[in-house]
């Protein structure tokens, strides 16, 4: 692909050297697009993402951001190239308020910018900028959590099931939320739990199972494939659950 | 009564110096450092040496400044001292610490801290003797601030409470007020969120151990102060130490600065009900009921 902003090659991976949860996996997002990450419980997806953010050892492969190697970056580099990373849970500080949390954020990007562009996209935070994170609902935490990921304006945003946990309403005004960014030209790569929906937003989807490659499609395409039925119910995967509507 | 109050709130004030620096660490990187009071003991004996340095270089810093006994060597000796001891925590962190951490062992921390408590205190007791030293020969008499009831304040003590209250306030607005602060709060919190939010790990860890260091330092000069100091001083304060960490809750930097004083108090007031040879049973009583009663602590909040 040309216009690769990031490019996954022949990854192998895990917390210990000699147990390799993600194996030769290869996957590319374009720039300003959405790409989703599915595939059954265990499959390495939230694995990968945190490979990508130097949050889990490579033991072989690369990643190539914007043409430079970032394989083996340290987790607290990652702003200043440009990636933002946004966990599955814990993702604010629970501890400071929200605009703490803003700030910390915005410090860490080093540009000394202001909070007042993330206010503006998010009313919710700027009415409780004075409360602390841990008194925020899930749904609110969620807006948060992106809204410290947008501090420093990144072409990335790394997104691990942003919806999990949350009500139906809100984990669509998450997906919408992110949908959105990708319009403004940033790219997001999502892991999702949440297939279906997360494939009626997406541009392009890469499924994963057992920690390899299964299959990339573009994520309408596959939403009505009926392949995808295949790897969550069956494909050799004894454990494999129905996952699409399991966030609901 | 007000005697054992005052003398309380006295101990109190460098055992809140020596807490707040293991309630830090204790709270950042998970584990209980029972090394901790050493840095203490390392701060006082770095102290006399820089006091008789300094006396040498220029007479005028031998002399005693106005009512204390302290002499002017003694104050610029107390800032290098600070400045040694985080050296020497930040070392320490670096040859042992940091290793036995990234082999991911939390009992190995905890053994590996008894360890560099145990070889920390025999080295000071090799160079320097293992008898009890004096800052200064020089008697302090003690100011009557009362005569009945009779109640006596030494210069010194005055000294020390004063500039123990100073250091914990200029930490509190460090802490409050600037990014640093903030970024210490984030990572003791959620060390990865922080990281991947920009803060450097390493960088957050060794200015930990460097508050640790300094605020221990400062203790243990401010105990050596108010008694003598001695290669076992470590071993006698690790206890008190601890149960301020345990009382005000570990994490809380304000919990340690209250738990200091009152196990502080506590202790000083014990006196009255109890011969003098149980007052260091009065710590482990306050551990018990605190985590009995309140197992966070008075400030400490639960965590996972």
Same mark, same amino acid.
Request: aromatic share 6%; charged share 15%.
């Given at each position: 692909?040309?216009?690769?902003?990031?490019?996954?090659?022949?990854?192998?991976?895990?917390?210990?050297?000699?147990?390799?949860?993600?194996?030769?996996?290869?996957? &590319?997002?374009?720039?300003?697009?959405?790409?989703?990450?599915?595939?059954?419980?265990?499959?390495?997806?939230?694995?990968?993402?945190?490979?990508?953010?130097?949050?889990?050892?490579? &033991?072989?492969?690369?990643?190539?951001?914007?043409?430079?190697?970032?394989?083996?970056?340290?987790?607290?580099?990652?702003?200043?190239?440009?990636?933002?990373?946004?966990?599955?849970?814990?993702?604010?500080?629970?501890?400071?308020?929200?605009?703490?949390?803003?700030?910390?954020?915005?410090?860490?990007?080093?540009?000394?910018?202001?909070?007042?562009?993330?206010?503006?996209?998010?009313?919710?935070?700027?009415?409780?900028?004075?409360?602390?994170?841990?008194?925020?609902?899930?749904?609110?935490?969620?807006?948060?959590?992106?809204?410290?990921?947008?501090?420093?304006?990144?072409?990335?945003?790394?997104?691990?099931?942003?919806?999990?946990?949350?009500?139906?309403?809100?984990?669509?005004?998450?997906?919408?939320?992110?949908?959105?960014?990708?319009?403004?030209?940033?790219?997001?790569?999502?892991?999702?739990?949440?297939?279906?929906?997360?494939?009626?937003?997406?541009?392009?989807?890469?499924?994963?199972?057992?920690?390899?490659?299964?299959?990339?499609?573009?994520?309408? &395409?596959?939403?009505?494939?009926?392949?995808?039925?295949?790897?969550?119910?069956?494909?050799?995967?004894?454990?494999?659950?129905?996952? &699409?509507?399991?966030?609901? | 009564?007000?005697?054992?109050?005052?003398?309380?709130?006295?101990?109190?004030?460098?055992?809140?110096?020596?807490? #707040?620096?293991?309630?830090?660490?204790?709270?950042?990187?998970?584990?209980?450092?029972?090394?901790?009071?050493?840095?203490?003991?390392?701060?006082?004996?770095?102290?006399?040496?820089?006091?008789?340095?300094?006396?040498?270089?220029?007479?005028?810093?031998?002399?005693?400044?106005?009512?204390?006994?302290?002499?002017?060597?003694?104050?610029?000796?107390? @800032?290098?001292?600070?400045?040694?001891?985080?050296?020497?925590?930040?070392?320490?962190?670096?040859?042992?610490?940091?290793?036995?951490?990234?082999?991911?062992?939390?009992?190995?921390?905890?053994?590996?801290?008894?360890?560099?408590?145990?070889?920390?205190?025999?080295?000071?007791?090799?160079?320097?003797?293992?008898?009890?030293?004096?800052?200064?020969?020089?008697?302090?008499?003690?100011?009557?601030?009362?005569?009945?009831?009779?109640?006596?304040?030494?210069?010194?003590?005055?000294?020390?409470?004063?500039?123990?209250?100073?250091?914990?306030?200029?930490?509190?607005?460090?802490?409050?007020?600037?990014?640093?602060?903030?970024?210490?709060?984030?990572?003791?919190?959620?060390?990865?969120?922080?990281?991947?939010?920009?803060?450097?790990?390493?960088?957050? #860890?060794?200015?930990?151990?460097?508050?640790?260091?300094?605020?221990?330092?400062?203790?243990?000069?401010?105990?050596?102060?108010?008694?003598?100091?001695?290669?076992?001083?470590?071993?006698? @304060?690790?206890?008190?130490?601890?149960?301020?960490?345990?009382?005000?809750?570990?994490?809380?930097?304000?919990?340690?600065?209250?738990?200091?004083?009152?196990?502080?108090?506590?202790?000083? @007031?014990?006196?009255?009900?109890?011969?003098?040879?149980?007052?260091?049973?009065?710590?482990?009583?306050?551990?018990?009921?605190?985590?009995? #009663?309140?197992?966070?602590?008075?400030?400490?909040?639960?965590?996972?």
């Amino acid at each position: 692909m040309p216009d690769a902003l990031l490019s996954v090659t022949g990854l192998t991976a895990g917390y210990v050297p000699d147990l390799p949860i993600l194996r030769d996996v290869s996957i &590319t997002v374009p720039r300003a697009s959405l790409t989703v990450i599915i595939g059954p419980n265990g499959a390495g997806k939230s694995t990968l993402i945190k490979v990508i953010a130097g949050l889990v050892p490579v &033991t072989s492969g690369t990643i190539i951001f914007e043409g430079r190697t970032i394989t083996d970056l340290r987790p607290d580099r990652l702003t200043s190239q440009g990636i933002a990373y946004v966990p599955q849970s814990d993702n604010v500080f629970k501890s400071l308020t929200i605009s703490q949390n803003l700030d910390l954020a915005l410090r860490g990007a080093g540009s000394g910018g202001t909070p007042e562009p993330l206010y503006a996209r998010f009313p919710v935070l700027a009415e409780k900028r004075r409360d602390r994170a841990g008194a925020l609902s899930g749904g609110q935490r969620q807006l948060l959590a992106v809204a410290m990921a947008l501090a420093t304006n990144p072409r990335l945003i790394l997104m691990d099931e942003p919806s999990a946990g949350l009500s139906p309403k809100a984990a669509d005004e998450v997906l919408g939320h992110a949908r959105a960014l990708t319009e403004g030209g940033t790219a997001i790569l999502l892991v999702e739990q949440n297939v279906k929906q997360a494939l009626a937003r997406g541009d392009h989807a890469f499924v994963l199972a057992e920690g390899q490659n299964r299959l990339d499609a573009d994520a309408r &395409t596959l939403l009505a494939s009926p392949e995808l039925g295949q790897i969550y119910m069956g494909g050799g995967h004894p454990a494999a659950a129905p996952a &699409t509507e399991v966030s609901a | 009564m007000i005697q054992h109050l005052v003398d309380g709130i006295l101990v109190g004030s460098f055992l809140s110096l020596g807490a #707040i620096g293991l309630t830090l660490v204790m709270h950042i990187l998970r584990f209980a450092n029972f090394s901790h009071a050493e840095l203490l003991s390392i701060g006082a004996y770095a102290a006399l040496v820089g006091t008789r340095l300094f006396e040498v270089l220029h007479p005028a810093f031998a002399a005693s400044i106005g009512p204390l006994s302290m002499t002017g060597a003694l104050v610029l000796a107390i @800032l290098v001292s600070m400045s040694v001891t985080a050296a020497s925590a930040i070392l320490f962190d670096r040859l042992v610490f940091r290793r036995v951490r990234e082999k991911g062992e939390e009992l190995s921390m905890v053994f590996a801290s008894f360890g560099m408590a145990l070889i920390i205190r025999n080295l000071i007791g090799l160079g320097f003797g293992l008898h009890p030293q004096l800052y200064s020969q020089d008697i302090a008499f003690a100011m009557v601030l009362s005569r009945d009831p009779l109640l006596l304040v030494k210069p010194d003590q005055v000294f020390v409470l004063v500039a123990a209250l100073a250091i914990m306030a200029a930490l509190h607005l460090v802490l409050t007020r600037t990014g640093f602060g903030f970024a210490l709060r984030a990572v003791a919190e959620n060390p990865t969120l922080a990281q991947v939010h920009g803060v450097n790990l390493r960088a957050m #860890i060794a200015a930990v151990w460097l508050i640790g260091g300094a605020l221990g330092a400062a203790a243990g000069v401010f105990y050596g102060l108010s008694y003598q100091i001695s290669p076992v001083m470590g071993r006698d @304060l690790v206890l008190p130490i601890f149960a301020a960490t345990i009382v005000g809750g570990i994490g809380s930097v304000y919990g340690a600065v209250a738990g200091g004083f009152i196990v502080g108090i506590a202790s000083n @007031l014990a006196l009255v009900v109890l011969p003098s040879g149980y007052s260091p049973s009065v710590p482990f009583l306050m551990i018990l009921a605190v985590l009995l #009663i309140r197992p966070n602590g008075l400030f400490g909040e639960a965590r996972a």
